[in-house]
Nanobody, 119 residues
Framework: QVQLVESGGGLVQPGGSLRLSCAAS????????MRWYRQAPGNQRELVAS???????NYVDSVKGRFTISRDNAKRTVTLQMNSLKPEDTAVYLC?????????????WGQGTQVTVSS
């Protein structure tokens, strides 16, 4: 059984930083693109950043220059470094990954971690 577990959320003041991590575990043959989404109350889920197995990255415009996504393929982890945080970054952040088990590739979600940016 494959699991994604996030950590690192919390309360931070505007302008502050947080580092989110997501670790994959279970019967895994390969991990393809890994993504961070976020969802604020009353809003649709939004793709924040993605990183391929080769390290190519993409970001939503609102976080470019402030957030950095990275991964460690050996440790099966993906990290989102968030700097210069703004109140509008407040949301539940969720990790998503395309993971190949014994045969097929499936998409997996983590449980989410709350990020609150407030003074």
């Amino acid at each position: 059984q494959v699991q994604l577990v996030e950590s690192g959320g919390g309360l931070v003041q505007p302008g502050g930083s947080l580092r989110l991590s997501c670790a994959a575990s279970g019967s895994i043959f390969n991990i393809y693109t890994m993504r961070w989404y976020r969802q604020a109350p009353g809003n649709q889920r939004e793709l924040v950043a993605s990183i391929t197995s080769g390290g190519s990255t993409n970001y939503v415009d609102s976080v470019k220059g402030r957030f950095t996504i990275s991964r460690d393929n050996a440790k099966r982890t993906v990290t989102l470094q968030m700097n210069s945080l703004k109140p509008e970054d407040t949301a539940v952040y969720l990790c998503y990954a395309d993971i190949q088990g014994a045969t097929q590739v499936w998409g997996y979600w983590g449980q989410g971690t709350q990020v609150t940016v407030s003074s």
